[in-house]
């Protein structure tokens, strides 16, 4: 099976993501296109949907700068002193997503600007000994 | 489509103390209390075989206390068994969920008296694990692992519309003042202060350690200061809701029956439920939430009163910013209006609508499946001109709303009552 025949599932999308590459689907109806993966266009209702690899480059829609984490956070060394950018990107090609934003200083949250242009950024990250690519994004 | 097949009414409601409770007081402590308190509020009284079913609103007794299956285990409590009981879960809406449901099912004619259940014990939790047992209520896909906290996406909210209408900090921190300032009047609330009393017992204590003190002139200073410290940027401790131990009790009532129970039944006029995305990233507008929007207009349609004939509300304040939005997306105010109304007064409780005279979540507390149930228990009493205290609004009260808003946002309950 080539990659662009795999099933529109959450699980594929992850592994591309596993494999620094931020994909989407595309209605090939409708032309609307979903970051995470949807099997089932909601605009039109159709089911034929592809595979499309996103450019990666968007702007900041909006952020938090959080001071008390997830545990996951915790784990990977965020706190008070030390807080991290959750961050809602607006894709070039339409669709937002949730994702970390680095490259900022997340403890100087007003240098932190809504409409910044921002280009993806796959984060490995260590946990129990394990590496993990997890979707950020940094300032392009 | 839109109408109730008849006229439903509430003829009772009543609740337990909000607090930190746990241990001394569990669900189903917390469940009679509120109980008994609604059957104290029924004019005529009320007796368990009136009673046809019991709905209840829980968020996650499965997490926070390693407990489900609510409905049955709640309705044996106060003498229901072997009638129908259920649970309904929609987040922190879980209870104004459960109410609209009652006032379906006695509109349908299926049942003539429900009692609607609010309960949550959140307490048995440290609050780590309480945020995040909370954190599930939303996209614990594609949200969660990107480190999305609770107060994290309304703090996401906020930045979004700080960017957007030039809102700021101390827009967010009047709501939290006057939210405390009621919850002072009432008797039943978490935190019977207000947040200049916190400042005075704060210096207090500075003064007693030998301390230098800070120069704080007003209230503004001292929720500027390390005093409230920063959760999610720009939301601090004060900006967030409280980790609460309560129930509510509600009887919904046939307009057949009503009249045996009270000569003052509090009328449903309207309800409305809206949903969302569950992830904020899904969302077109990231100032407001679609849920609300939909839930409002519904409630509307249905009661035939628009935004200016609400003459009270209990919003869903669980983020100073989310009764802000609310403001806004219940037609209160235009977009970007809000800040500036709270600004002038008029959500006070002696201004031009008053907006949560319990407290709120924001000082009362935010069991989260009980606190539908409990914004419907303060309208109650607010409509029948029996608020404890010092909290009753000066006028005659003849149409309310309550606002009850699920996780961040993707469930929305609007109920319109009058008189």
Not at chain 2, 149 to 161: D, M, N, Q, R
Request: aromatic content about 8%.
């Amino acid at each position: 099976m080539t990659e662009t025949e795999k099933e529109f599932t959450i699980q594929n999308y992850l592994e591309f993501i596993q494999n620094k590459k931020l994909m989407g689907s595309k209605c090939k109806d409708c032309g609307k296109m979903y970051v995470p993966v949807r099997k089932l266009c909601i605009a039109c209702n159709s089911l034929n949907m592809e595979w499309v690899p996103l450019s990666g480059k968007g702007e900041l829609a909006a952020f938090t700068s959080i001071t008390v984490g997830t545990p996951y956070f915790i784990e990977l060394g965020y706190d008070r002193n030390r807080p991290y950018c959750f961050s809602v990107i607006k894709l070039e090609e339409g669709p937002m997503v949730s994702a970390q934003l680095v490259g900022v200083d997340a403890s100087k949250p007003d240098t932190i600007k809504i409409g910044m242009p921002l280009k993806v950024k796959f984060l490995e990250n260590e946990l129990k000994g394990e590496t993990k690519t997890d979707l950020g994004f940094e300032p392009a | 489509m839109g109408k109730l097949s008849k006229r439903v009414a509430i003829v009772g409601a009543g609740m337990s103390q909000f607090g930190r409770l746990y241990p001394l007081k569990r669900n189903p402590d917390l469940w009679v209390d509120a109980w008994i308190d609604a059957v104290k509020s029924v004019d005529n009284g009320i007796e368990p075989k009136d009673v046809d079913a019991c709905y209840v609103g829980n968020y996650s007794s499965d997490l926070f206390n390693h407990q489900g299956h609510l409905g049955p285990q709640m309705a044996n409590l106060v003498g229901l068994t072997p009638k129908p009981a259920s649970r309904f879960e929609g987040a922190c809406a879980s209870s104004g969920i459960a109410l609209r449901q009652a006032i379906i099912a006695v509109a349908s004619g299926i049942h003539d008296v429900i009692a609607v259940a609010g309960v949550e014990c959140m307490n048995e939790l440290p609050t780590s694990l309480v945020t995040d047992a909370l954190a599930t209520a939303s996209d614990a896909l594609f949200e969660y692992p990107a480190g999305a906290t609770f107060p994290g996406l309304y703090a996401t909210v906020a930045t979004a519309h700080f960017h957007k209408y030039g809102t700021t900090s101390e827009d967010l921190m009047r709501i939290g003042i006057k939210n405390h300032e009621n919850g002072v009047e009432n008797p039943f609330a978490q935190m019977q202060r207000s947040i200049a009393q916190m400042m005075q017992r704060k210096l207090k204590k500075l003064e007693e350690q030998g301390k230098e003190l800070p120069d704080w002139k007003d209230e503004f200073d001292y929720l500027k200061s390390a005093s409230n410290p920063m959760i999610a940027y720009p939301l601090r401790l004060f900006d967030c809701s409280l980790v609460t131990d309560g129930a509510a009790c509600v009887f919904i009532a046939a307009e057949e029956v009503a009249k045996n129970y009270t000569d003052t039944p509090i009328w449903i006029a309207g309800t409305g439920q809206g949903s969302a995305a569950l992830s904020i990233h899904d969302r077109d507008d990231l100032t407001g939430f679609i849920a609300t929007r939909e839930a409002a207009r519904q409630a509307y349609e249905m009661s035939g009163y628009g935004p200016k004939d609400i003459q009270i509300a209990e919003l869903h304040d669980c983020f100073t910013i989310a009764e802000l939005v609310a403001l806004e997306d219940l037609g209160f105010y235009e977009k970007g209006k809000a800040a500036q109304a709270v600004k002038e007064g008029e959500t006070k409780r002696d201004g031009a609508r008053p907006i949560n005279t319990s407290g709120g979540l924001k000082s009362k507390g935010h069991p989260v499946g009980a606190t539908g149930a409990a914004q419907a228990v303060e309208i109650f009493k607010q409509m029948r001109g029996r608020a404890e205290r010092n909290r009753q609004v000066k006028f005659e009260v003849e149409r309310a709303l309550t606002h009850n808003l699920g996780g961040s946002g993707a469930t929305c309950v609007v109920t319109i009552y009058e008189k």
